[in-house]
């Protein structure tokens, strides 16, 4: 079966998710610190399910179309550590960043939004070394 447009919407779907998390940690995040206070749990839950609609078809996009890929045979190296990389984010996403994130829809706290800004660090890199590599190899 021909391979071109997996590899196209796995790659679209990375350098998607790598625009989108640059975003979220140079812009985004910090701006959180700014929000009011005292409703901050309600500005949250609105963060979280706006963002959510928005992240959650590339992110399933990306890891449907790596399965995809590892079954159709793509097993260089190379490749398979985009794979680990993608591991690496979504264990990031959902061992330091949900939870962070679900603190903080109980209230405002500095140190939990600190945690927030500087693990999600975790996830900049490893989405930048993901679509710089997957570039490499695909284009």
Do not use: K
């Not at 045979?73 to 984010?89: E, K, Y």
């Amino acid at each position: 079966m021909p391979t071109d447009w997996i590899v196209a919407a796995h790659l679209f779907a990375t350098v998607a998710m790598t625009g989108i998390i640059w975003f979220v940690q140079v812009v985004h995040y910090p701006m959180l610190a700014r929000l009011p206070h005292e409703n901050f749990g309600e500005l949250e839950r609105e963060h979280c399910d706006r963002t959510g609609f928005v992240v959650a078809p590339p992110m399933l996009l990306e890891a449907f179309t790596l399965g995809w890929l590892i079954l159709e045979g793509f097993d260089s190296p190379l490749f398979l550590f985009t794979a680990a990389l993608l591991g690496v984010v979504w264990l990031s996403t959902f061992t330091l960043q949900v939870p962070a994130h679900r603190a903080l829809l109980q209230g405002w706290s500095e140190p939990v939004h600190r945690r927030l800004v500087l693990t999600n660090w975790i996830r900049t890199v490893a989405w930048t070394l993901r679509a710089g590599i997957l570039a490499g190899i695909f284009l």
